[in-house]
């Protein structure tokens, strides 16, 4: 009988902070996640309207990052100066 003596090693990569738009929409994402988990898994109502909010939030962020690309775009750069 054979036993299977094989340990295994899993290495932990680390990516740099994320910052800027990215950075911010990555922390909007991811706050929402207790209130999907409410509302979706458990079927709390509140958590649903706190979802709804934070939809809002994330449509005016997105709208806020398409202007701001647009911008950059049509001036021929891609830093944004503020």
Request: charged residues 15%; without cysteine; glycine residues 8%.
């Amino acid at each position: 009988m054979q036993t299977n003596d094989t340990t295994t090693t899993t290495t932990t990569t680390t990516t740099p902070v994320a910052t800027g738009r990215y950075g911010e929409l990555l922390a909007l994402v991811t706050s929402m996640q207790g209130d999907f988990e409410k509302f979706f898994g458990q079927g709390n109502k509140a958590a649903g309207t706190r979802v709804r909010a934070a939809m809002q939030e994330l449509k005016a962020f997105a709208q806020t990052v398409r202007t701001e690309v647009q911008t950059l775009k049509n001036a021929g750069s891609t830093t944004p100066s503020a």
